[in-house]
């Protein structure tokens, strides 16, 4: 249903993204894990066309047979929130604090001529309330700073499933969360994309939660990828040295005194970064080669972009 091929985004020349190829069937869950700047939110501006301006994508973005990247603005608008629906960072932000919730729910419907607004309020009632949140019929002419992280949070995902989007992209939907109400929309959102058969691309620096809802997962650092494959063989037997750095700063796994194991250094400026792997500086395996060259991908039990991968179990 979506397959990403060669993407590349550059900002003034600079690569961000780096001949990115990925693909997602429908009503599956791919994740996407890596620190901060690693790309992983460009990605998904990309797919949804709201890159800034100053950045330009190339390759391809194939939803549903049509390359999202040859689409003017006008037909972009037909997809999002239409087809593909996008859980933003922050729901303090993401949401207009001036208008209520009801509102900014009917509103996807109204533009994208499904309902009419008094048709579109009902429909936003019925949907907060399939999201989890109680007295729906008083909440959906709250405003925002009336309602809990949690419940902006289900907001957000009520938006984003109003039209009945094919592909969702949550974009670290639960990092401000507490552990409690970060469960509760993990299974929400499992819930919905098993019962409406939407896939689902689900954005996180953090492998524990995308151990819990993702059955792929792609690892990128520096706009590249550097290894996917199978959720659990990825987190029990990682290949790439950066994969296994992850995990190894995890703190489960650790007995109590002991030191975690950070990797050692910090994530360079993409235009700073090597020409070959970026992850090389910080590699404990990396090799001239691997700073001039790309590295092709070695297949074995997950595919990682690696001159010197550990061997899978």
């Known amino acids: 249903m979506l397959r990403v091929e060669n993407l590349r985004i550059t900002l003034r020349g600079t690569p961000i993204i780096r001949n990115l190829s990925f693909s997602l069937d429908r009503g599956e869950a791919l994740g996407v894990v890596g620190e901060s700047g690693s790309g992983k939110s460009m990605t998904a501006l990309a797919i949804m066309g709201l890159l800034p301006g100053l950045m330009r994508a190339e390759g391809k973005v194939i939803f549903e047979g049509e390359n999202l990247l040859d689409l003017d603005d006008d037909a972009m608008?037909?997809?999002?929130?239409?087809?593909?629906?996008?859980?933003f960072?922050?729901?303090?932000?993401?949401?207009n604090p001036v208008h209520q919730v009801g509102d900014q729910i009917a509103e996807t419907l109204v533009l994208h001529g499904l309902m009419d607004r008094v048709a579109a309020l009902r429909e936003a009632t019925r949907l907060l309330d399939r999201v989890g949140i109680e007295d729906a019929s008083r909440r959906v002419s709250s405003y925002p700073h009336e309602l809990s992280g949690g419940q902006r949070q289900r907001v957000m995902i009520a938006m984003a499933m109003s039209c009945k989007p094919s592909l969702?992209?949550?974009d670290e939907p639960t990092s401000a969360l507490d552990v409690t109400v970060q469960s509760e929309i993990l299974d929400l959102l499992r819930d919905l994309r098993l019962q409406e058969g939407m896939a689902t691309l689900f954005i996180s620096h953090d492998l524990a939660v995308i151990a819990r809802i993702a059955r792929r997962t792609l690892v990128l650092y520096g706009g590249a990828a550097m290894e996917t494959g199978d959720t659990g063989v990825l987190l029990k037997s990682p290949r790439h040295p950066y994969t296994k750095g992850l995990l190894a700063a995890l703190p489960h796994g650790h007995s109590r005194g002991t030191?975690?194991?950070?990797?050692?250094?910090?994530?360079?400026a993409a235009k700073?970064?090597?020409?070959?792997?970026?992850?090389?500086?910080?590699c404990p395996r990396g090799d001239e080669t691997c700073a001039d060259f790309p590295p092709p991908p070695s297949f074995e039990a997950t595919t990682a972009w690696c001159f010197h991968p550990e061997r899978g179990s």
């Open 77 to 87: 608008c037909l997809y999002r929130g239409r087809r593909i629906g996008m859980i």
């Open 89 to 95: 960072q922050e729901p303090m932000t993401a949401l």
């Open 168 to 170: 969702l992209i949550a």
């Open 259 to 268: 030191r975690l194991s950070p990797i050692p250094g910090f994530v360079p």
């Open 272 to 282: 700073h970064l090597a020409p070959g792997c970026p992850f090389h500086g910080r």
